[in-house]
């Protein structure tokens, strides 16, 4: 799925996801000023317009005539159902989340399998969709999906503080934009206000230092993360000894490595007053985005260096790993593993990193090769066969985004 993406009259490129709610009351009051209008980004034919109040930015008629990938094509529409679990609203950008799992810390039994919700969001289920409980979503799916977001909203944000990829450690204090916006379930309040001592319950999102070593007499163990207090000593987050232990072997699992140094960690979950009673070790690269493996982390690395490097923000180049099923370059069949697109341009590069030549690899070739053979084709494919040992395509990656960057504007 693309970013939504508005052309304003004077051919101004605007992406109203990454602004906040002072900026679109700016940009409403510089419209009417300058008497500008605002259009979708993807053929211009769609005007758009500012609500009063909420400066949310909707549209101003119901004909729908924009490409299909883009995000607000029809096509795109149809798709809403796989995206179900984590919804963000079109106009104001807040999340809803629907969760597989209690994030409060149940009293009976340790294993959270048994502990999954059976009720549904909106009081009656369907008959005709047995699947429907697949809506909800996974704790660890809704901090990985939190992650993207909020890296995909750091990559289209403009100004003098959102000009490189900020380093991990940054992108920890960005996950709060997240928080902020996202609500689980019933619970009337975003996930950042929840609170330790009123609610017992309250998110962690850090990046992980160091385990202490532990023992089975230890019933919580104390994790440092990178972060320091106002007295420079590292914060330390408290965890049940059984969370502790099942999340090092989902990490292993996950990872297929036991290793844990020399790799920026994110410890993330959900606490009571005590511990942290729910706990997630997720892989991110040197800026602080998700990565499904090491390669991805090498991948990632790569290409977030590059555009630091070349200040390709600035330029009109974003590059974020996408989370939501729309009209992408394999339709609705898989995501790309990474997404880099153009402010004066329609084209986009899709990243692939193959760490093995399961399936989905052929199944990605062969949609990959049919698009290539209809000529029309916006999409530019990168892939690194990392099974194979082939060395990172860096150079590719660079003279290809420079190739786009230096087309003329349509
Ligand atoms: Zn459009």
């Not at 972060?227 to 987050?237: I, L, P, T």
């Amino acid at each position: 799925m693309a970013q939504f993406k508005i052309r304003l009259s004077n051919r101004e490129i605007i992406y109203p996801n990454a602004l906040k709610k002072e900026e679109k009351k700016e940009l409403n009051d510089r419209c009417q000023k300058e008497k500008l209008k605002l259009f979708c980004g993807c053929n211009g034919k769609n005007e758009y317009g500012i609500r009063k109040n909420t400066w949310a930015i909707y549209p101003l008629s119901n004909e729908n005539e924009h490409e299909d990938w883009c995000p607000k094509s029809k096509v795109y529409k149809r798709k809403i159902i796989y995206n179900k679990g984590f919804e963000v609203d079109e106009e104001s950008g807040n999340v809803q989340v629907y969760l597989a799992e209690s994030i409060k810390k149940e009293n009976n039994g340790n294993d959270r399998e048994q502990v999954i919700i059976r009720d549904f969001p909106h009081g009656n289920r369907d008959r005709k969709y047995p699947e429907y409980h697949q809506n909800r979503i996974t704790i660890s799916a809704m901090i990985k999906k939190m992650n993207m977001l909020t890296f995909m909203h750091v990559a289209f944000s403009k100004g003098e503080n959102n000009k490189l990829y900020p380093n991990a450690d940054k992108m920890r204090d960005k996950i709060y934009w997240a928080e902020k916006r996202t609500k689980i379930d019933n619970y009337q309040k975003s996930i950042a206000d929840l609170d330790r001592i009123k609610d017992n319950c309250r998110f962690e999102y850090e990046m992980l230092k160091e385990i202490p070593e532990f023992s089975e007499k230890d019933s919580i163990v104390k994790l440092l993360t990178n972060r320091r207090n106002r007295n420079n000593e590292r914060v330390m987050v408290p965890v049940y000894r059984d969370a502790l232990e099942r999340a090092l072997v989902e990490y292993e699992r996950t990872y297929t490595t036991q290793n844990m140094h020399n790799r920026n960690i994110v410890m993330s979950g959900f606490r009571d007053i005590y511990a942290m009673h729910d706990l997630r070790f997720l892989l991110v690269n040197d800026f602080g985005l998700f990565s499904e493996s090491l390669y991805e982390v090498e991948m990632y690395n790569a290409i977030c260096k590059i555009f630091n490097e070349n200040r390709l923000k600035e330029k009109g180049a974003y590059f974020y790993k996408p989370f939501e099923y729309g009209y992408g370059a394999y339709e609705d069949k898989y995501l790309e593993d990474g997404i880099i697109e153009f402010e004066k341009s329609n084209k986009k590069i899709i990243i692939e990193v193959y760490g093995r030549d399961d399936d989905e690899y052929l199944e990605k070739k062969k949609i990959k090769s049919k698009i290539l053979e209809s000529g029309n084709s916006i999409y530019r494919y990168i892939s690194w066969n990392a099974y194979k040992k082939e060395p990172l395509p860096e150079k590719e990656i660079e003279s290809i985004i420079n190739e786009i960057l230096l087309e003329e504007e349509p």
